[in-house]
């Protein structure tokens, strides 16, 4: 018996900190359960440093790379399973028709991109996005997907995003 592999599309406008983060997050935290992939409604074109340092830092070697939703509605794209909005514009952007037509949750998390101040001020706003994210992929890799249904997978996946960081409480 084979164990599926789910296939998970973060998705942001600019694909530039927080859904690249969150794709490095789950590849090495789901590895073998789960593939991550990212992409942006308006892709900047490139990955922000401090995300990718993270990313490293992680142990996530693979490129990180700035792209468009658009790679993952063709026809030839992997089949996604879950799309998750991780900001709030992308949440409210209609989307392409998904092939597969996967389940669906927004997890907001604050964009770091755009803290203002020192080095240290907007590498902590790095940090607390990927902590905030990680907490959430944590929950789901603890979620029994295989037993659940469409309909309780998309309302599981969703509460995760109501979650707020440990800190934050």
């Known amino acids: 018996m084979t164990t599926k592999i789910y296939n998970v599309l973060f998705l942001c406008t600019g ?3 927080r859904s690249v983060m969150a794709e490095a997050i789950l590849n090495v935290l789901g590895a073998g359960r789960f593939k991550a ?10 990955v922000q440093p401090v995300a990718a ?10 490129p990180l790379r700035s792209k468009s939703w658009d790679e993952f509605a063709q026809p030839e794209s992997p089949s996604i399973d879950i799309v998750i909005t991780v900001c709030d514009n992308a949440a409210g952007e209609v989307c392409p028709i998904w092939p597969g037509h996967p389940v669906t949750a927004h997890w907001g998390v604050p964009d770091p991109v755009g803290v203002e101040g020192t080095e240290a001020v ?12 990680r907490q959430r992929i944590e929950l789901l890799l603890a979620l029994p997907l295989d037993k659940l ?5 998309q309302h599981e996946l969703r509460a995760i995003g109501q979650v707020e960081r440990d800190d934050e409480r």
């Open 149 to 153: 249904d469409r309909m309780a997978m």
């Open 122 to 133: 907007r590498r902590r706003a790095f940090q607390s996005a990927w902590m905030m994210l």
């Open 53 to 62: 340092e993270l990313a490293r830092l992680f142990g996530y070697d693979a």
């Open 15 to 17: 694909n530039s900190a």
């Open 37 to 46: 992939f990212s992409a942006g409604s308006f892709p900047g074109g490139k």
